[in-house]
């Protein structure tokens, strides 16, 4: 697996990352990102890993540009494949082998996902079930043909541990700046299919993602949350290049926070009318941002990638 490189973006993974790491053992090459932690993570991987390719940012870049620097690495490296981890994700025996044989095998394929189960292994994740499902996969019988390599076609499928290949990524690129935090791995997936691309889920290989036990992080109106889950839902949809930009749909973004600030007006609350106010900036700023990506990623390139 010499031109196969694992790349891990970290922000305080003390609780996963020893695991995580040694989970992936002599499976690949290791590219790690770390986004600011305050906690040991550096210092940890530095002391018991040393052989990993580190790179501390000074600042929380995000997933998607944190993700870009590793993917740059990695062709600078001669990578041929490159394997998107999360923190919190430990690898089963021969997950990386058997996504990259099925890979060489079917270029067609720009990325690659393993099974997702739970952190204990004992059923399949959450999202991950969610988004098979959608694709009217008999899931049952899906994973009873584990002895029997298949593959199943995919929309989406969250990037806890995508394969990518260097042809995708030529022609993609990177995770476009627009998205910080989540909404990303949406977007680039609309990418690859528009980019005539499949994206698949392998049944012989598995990870599970230790998230299960974490609580929903709430939204509260007019939080930075909100906000930005507010962002990642307007951008997710209008810059889908596999649909036409319709303006007269953003505009009914614009009118709909404009009947928000006048019902907060006619109510006298002031925070509403300022909380939307800020929402209705947000929706004005985020169009010409959407615009120009939908231009970009139209045209084939390693966009983002540094």
Not at 81 to 102: E, G, P
Not at 124 to 151: G, I, M
Not at 173 to 196: I, K, M
Not at 246 to 255: D, I, L, T
């Amino acid at each position: 697996m010499e031109n196969v490189y694992s790349i891990i973006v970290t922000y305080n993974a003390m609780p996963w990352i020893e695991r995580c790491l040694n989970s992936i053992g002599k499976q690949s090459n290791v590219i790690l990102i770390d986004n600011n932690s305050t906690d040991d993570t550096v210092n940890f991987v530095n002391t018991n890993f040393p052989n990993i390719n580190l790179y501390p940012q000074k600042k929380n870049l995000g997933f998607g540009k944190a993700n870009n620097i590793g993917i740059t690495e990695a062709l600078k490296l001669g990578a041929t494949h490159v394997f998107l981890v999360n923190q919190d994700v430990y690898l089963d025996d021969n997950t990386i082998y058997k996504l990259v044989s099925f890979s060489k095998g079917n270029p067609q394929y720009g990325i690659i996902s393993p099974i997702h189960y739970n952190g204990k292994g004992t059923a399949l994740d959450t999202q991950f079930a969610k988004y098979l499902t959608r694709t009217n996969v008999n899931l049952k019988h899906f994973l009873e043909e584990e002895t029997e390599e298949s593959v199943q076609d995919v929309p989406f499928v969250n990037a806890a541990a995508w394969l990518i290949t260097k042809a995708c990524i030529v022609d993609v690129g990177g995770f476009d700046p627009l998205f910080f935090h989540y909404g990303e791995d949406e977007n680039y997936c609309q990418r690859v299919l528009f980019h005539s691309f499949k994206i698949g889920v392998l049944n012989t290989a598995f990870i599970r993602h230790d998230r299960e036990d974490r609580p929903e992080i709430k939204k509260d109106l007019f939080t930075q949350k909100y906000y930005t889950a507010f962002k990642k839902v307007l951008s997710v949809k209008y810059a889908d290049i596999n649909s036409e930009f319709s303006r007269k749909a953003y505009k009914k973004e614009y009118k709909k926070t404009i009947r928000d600030i006048i019902k907060s007006l006619i109510r006298f609350n002031l925070a509403g009318v300022r909380g939307f106010g800020k929402q209705l900036r947000l929706v004005k700023k985020t169009e010409n941002k959407i615009l120009k990506s939908r231009a970009l990623n139209s045209t084939k390139g390693a966009h983002y990638i540094l």
